[in-house]
Every structure is written in structure tokens, then in C-alpha cells.
């Protein structure tokens, strides 16, 4: 009969489609099952650490040099500690601070008010200029002052007074060659009264 297909056909048409489908089915499924499994896709973070450095540059001191201390005598004078005294030695040599400066070199002595303490030298054939920072040691009183003079050969004098705290500088020509005398006198007490770094030049 026209238009009629034969039963065995059929079914193997149906059985072939059935197969197809769940081949499809499965495949579908196992890939969606892999999508559902896998979960949703984890963003991945990427942590870069910037380190920034800075260079400062530190100038390195010009020199080795230290300058003196204000009122320091300038050039480079024969020590008075090179001469001997003439008679007796009334001036020690030690580091002592003055108005708040440290010095190595310090000619002094405790000095009262009733009588100058003297000390007497020859300056050498070809010094003839005495100088030297004067001033009280530190310890004395605020209003203590102290009397420095240089005397020549010829009893001319060079003096001067110092409040403590405070220093000056004392110059006398007393003569190449010559004798001269240093002497000190305090005013309010016994203070140690300090010549810093006395020298002689030409």
C-alpha cells in the first residue's frame, strides 16, 4: 500500500534517533555538569609591592680644622710655659674653663684682694710682644672681677679688669730682650684668675 512504511524500518528509524538523543544527553550533561561543579570563575589578585628609596646626600665636613675660641690669641708666639720664671713661681699650668670654654693651656693662680700676685720674666732677644686671653675660672661668683697688668722694664703698665663670665685680650710691648712682670688681683674674694695661652711675638 502506497504510502505506508514497513514496521521494522520504523523502528530502527526511532531507535537510531533515541540513540542519537541520548548521546546528546549525556554529552550535555556531563558538560554541565563540569560547568556547575567548577563553580563561578574566582578572579585571581595580583599584589605588587612598590619599595620607593631616597638617596640623601650628607656633605662631609670641609677639613679636620677647628677654629679657636673667640679671643684666642692669633699667631704662633713662643709659649710663656718655654720661659722660666724669674724668682719664685707663683702661676701653675692646667686645663681650666673660662666663661664656659675649655682650655688646654691656662697660667693661673688663686688671687685675693689684699695683694697682686706676680710673676716675673726675660723675654727672648727677638720677642718683644706679650698677649694672652684673659678672665676668672669658672665657679666664681656672677659679679666677681679681676685685675690683670703687664708691666715692662720701664714700669709702664698694661692693665685690665674682667667681670667673670667674660674674657678679654691683653697686649703689652715690654721689649726683646727685656724683663717684664705679669701680675693679677681679685676684687670680690679669692677666684683663680687665668691667662689662656700667654705667648710672646715679635
Known amino acids: 500500500m502506497a504510502g505506508k512504511r514497513d514496521p521494522s524500518v520504523v523502528v530502527a528509524i526511532w531507535a537510531t534517533v533515541a540513540a542519537i538523543g541520548g548521546a546528546l544527553i549525556t554529552t550535555g550533561g556531563g558538560l554541565l555538569s563540569g560547568?556547575?561543579?567548577?563553580?563561578?570563575?574566582?578572579?585571581?589578585?595580583?599584589?605588587?609591592?612598590?619599595?620607593?628609596t631616597e638617596t640623601v646626600t650628607v656633605p662631609a665636613p670641609a677639613g679636620s680644622?677647628?677654629?679657636?675660641?673667640?679671643?684666642?690669641?692669633?699667631?704662633?708666639?713662643l709659649s710663656l710655659r718655654e720661659l722660666?720664671?724669674?724668682?719664685?713661681?707663683?702661676?701653675?699650668?692646667s686645663p681650666q674653663t673660662v666663661a664656659g670654654v675649655r682650655?688646654?693651656?691656662?697660667?693661673?693662680?688663686?688671687?685675693?684682694?689684699?695683694t697682686y700676685r706676680r710673676e716675673s720674666?726675660?723675654?727672648?732677644?727677638?720677642?718683644?710682644?706679650?698677649?694672652?686671653?684673659?678672665?676668672?675660672?669658672?665657679?666664681?661668683?656672677?659679679?666677681?672681677?679681676?685685675?690683670?697688668v703687664v708691666t715692662d722694664a720701664k714700669n709702664r703698665k698694661v692693665e685690665k679688669t674682667v667681670l667673670a663670665g667674660k674674657t678679654e685680650t691683653i697686649e703689652a710691648v715690654v721689649g726683646k730682650g727685656q724683663?717684664?712682670?705679669?701680675?693679677v688681683l681679685s676684687h670680690t674674694g679669692e677666684n683663680t684668675l687665668a691667662w689662656v695661652n700667654p705667648v710672646l711675638d715679635e
Open 35 to 52: 560547568l556547575l561543579s567548577a563553580g563561578p570563575a574566582t578572579p585571581k589578585t595580583v599584589v605588587s609591592t612598590v619599595i620607593q
Open 65 to 77: 680644622t677647628t677654629k679657636p675660641p673667640a679671643g684666642a690669641p692669633a699667631g704662633k708666639g
Open 84 to 93: 722660666p720664671a724669674q724668682g719664685a713661681r707663683v702661676f701653675t699650668y
Open 103 to 114: 682650655y688646654e693651656t691656662v697660667l693661673g693662680a688663686p688671687a685675693n684682694r689684699s
Open 121 to 148: 720674666y726675660i723675654a727672648p732677644a727677638d720677642k718683644g710682644t706679650f698677649r694672652a686671653v684673659i678672665g676668672l675660672v669658672d665657679g666664681a661668683p656672677p659679679d666677681s672681677t679681676g685685675t690683670f
Open 179 to 183: 724683663q717684664f712682670s705679669i701680675s
